[in-house]
């Protein structure tokens, strides 16, 4: 009987106002193509350091080996949203002052490619050693096996985790709020601030997230069936 009556002193009308939200969609998108910019630059960014990453990850030389695993390791193990803030109010007082925007970008895009490296090292290294042995003997140097003979097929193993990353990445741009980039967050928190209906506008944004989110899912799926057919 408590929980019924739980339920009943929940006011719906207030958790969602639809009318609301649709008025506000036209402000709160503004803040999607800021999504998607930092989105798709930072996974850019990620991937091209990653990719580098990796490959020192795994170097003989100590001076690649070690300089690349204790960056992996302090970025895997600090928040973003810290160095988020390191990024946009702490180095202006050495003299070094980014946009909100490229803050938001170099932070997402350096953050990701430890994450990216590792799962590039995981990749190549599931390859079969037979693949390198059989490039050497067909006259390929180790930059033209790993390239046309070894990343293709790593590629197929790393395009799941690959796409999580991303996904992550997408969602965690809502971050960048906090440094005043006018994303979708950013957005909805000024319409909050006018109609104090906080539940309606966030539930809005993560409704604009999810088909976002979908698509991309989508978009993998399509990739790793073309990877499979290639494969086959």
């Not at 001076?63 to 895997?76: D, E, G, Q």
Request: aromatic content about 14%.
């Amino acid at each position: 009987m408590g929980s019924f009556s739980f339920f009943q002193s929940i006011e719906l009308n207030k958790l969602f106002d639809p009318q609301l939200a649709w008025e506000s969609l036209p402000i709160v998108l503004e803040g999607l193509p800021y999504t998607v910019a930092i989105s798709f630059s930072g996974m850019a960014i990620g991937l091209f350091l990653g990719f580098f990453l990796s490959l020192a990850r795994t170097s003989e030389t100590i001076l690649l080996r070690w300089p690349a695993r204790l960056y992996i390791s302090f970025m895997r193990g600090t928040p973003v949203l810290v160095f988020l803030f390191i990024l946009y109010l702490g180095l202006p007082y050495v003299g070094i002052t980014f946009s909100a925007v490229t803050a938001a970008i170099i932070c997402f895009g350096l953050n990701s490619a430890a994450y990216i490296a590792e799962i590039i090292r995981s990749a190549l290294n599931s390859v079969s050693k037979g693949q390198w042995e059989s490039s050497t003997a067909l006259g390929l140097n180790r930059w033209q096996t790993l390239w046309h003979v070894i990343v293709p097929q790593a590629t197929r193993i790393a395009l799941p985790p690959l796409t999580n990353v991303f996904l992550d990445l997408v969602k965690a741009t809502s971050l960048a709020a906090v440094i005043s980039v006018p994303e979708m967050i950013q957005k909805a928190q000024t319409v909050i601030g006018r109609t104090a209906d906080s539940m309606t506008l966030y539930i809005l944004v993560a409704l604009i997230y999810w088909p976002i989110c979908i698509m991309i899912a989508a978009f993998q799926e399509k990739l790793e069936k073309k990877f499979d057919y290639y494969r086959k």
